[in-house]
């Protein structure tokens, strides 16, 4: 059934909800919904507290090492992380707390996709799939969705589509989709894209991307089918939003228990 994924976005030191289509090199374009007072390792203990079990914890560029281990020490093996993820620090970000890591711009040298990267990935993990997520952030290209990297400003050669799950899905464990056009701007999900991803995936799948409100749970598990769980970000009282309250989304995961 579709559950609530909470999240603990880190840019520049600092828990932030950021427009996804301004992220870039340059500061100059980068729109901010949202700058947390509390740290990384607040939102981790809240997380923990409340039994929010699959939250990702993303570094947005450099310097976010510390707020990321903050989060990681607030609930050890619970949480999943990414940014910046390579074969010769996965493992370490294991050892350091994450019950998983997420990549996509590693499996992408020069934007193409590269089977042999995956598998240094995987072999550097043990061959244990059950520790990565592969992150399939994509843009709208025409009537396609393409997988986008570097903060979503580049667009790689893989589709997002039945061919490319198909590849992917005996690599790991789970898929983590922002919809980077949607990304934000609280301006609704994009539905066609929940339904294709129910329909192409046979593993967990976690959509995040315009949600504006804890109703977007119901809708995204009717588009679904209860297969696809939902990330609320800007929309979440707990980052300035007035959407959706954290409770709402926690008794929602719990009437999926009961």
Not at 67 to 78: Q, T
Request: aromatic share 8%.
């Amino acid at each position: 059934m579709t559950r609530f994924r909470p999240c603990i976005d880190i840019h520049a030191g600092q828990v932030k909800q950021i427009v996804g289509g301004s992220l870039s090199e340059s500061e100059s374009t980068l729109q901010t919904n949202h700058v947390s007072r509390h740290t990384a390792g607040y939102f981790g203990e809240l997380y923990r507290k409340n039994s929010l079990r699959g939250a990702h914890v993303i570094m947005l560029g450099p310097g976010n090492d510390a707020a990321a281990k903050e989060a990681l020490d607030a609930w050890p093996g619970e949480l999943q992380l990414g940014g910046g993820i390579t074969d010769d620090n996965a493992q370490r970000w294991i050892d350091a707390g994450a019950g998983k890591v997420i990549v996509t711009s590693y499996l992408f040298p020069n934007a193409t996709f590269s089977k042999e990267h995956l598998q240094r990935l995987l072999n550097a993990l043990q061959g244990d799939k059950d520790r990565l997520v592969i992150d399939l952030s994509c843009r709208r290209k025409n009537d396609s969705w393409f997988v986008a990297m570097n903060r979503w400003q580049t667009f790689t050669d893989m589709e997002l589509c039945q061919e490319s799950i198909e590849l992917l899905e005996p690599f790991c464990s789970e898929f983590l989709v922002h919809a980077a056009n949607h990304e934000g701007l609280q301006r609704g999900i994009d539905e066609e894209l929940v339904r294709s991803l129910a329909s192409w995936c046979k593993i967990p799948v976690t959509y995040a991307g315009g949600s504006r409100s804890a109703d977007d749970l119901q809708r995204v598990m009717e588009l679904s089918h209860g297969s696809v769980d939902l990330t609320i970000g800007s929309a979440l009282d707990i980052f300035g939003g007035t959407g959706a309250t954290l409770e709402d989304c926690v008794k929602w995961n719990e009437s999926r228990e009961t």
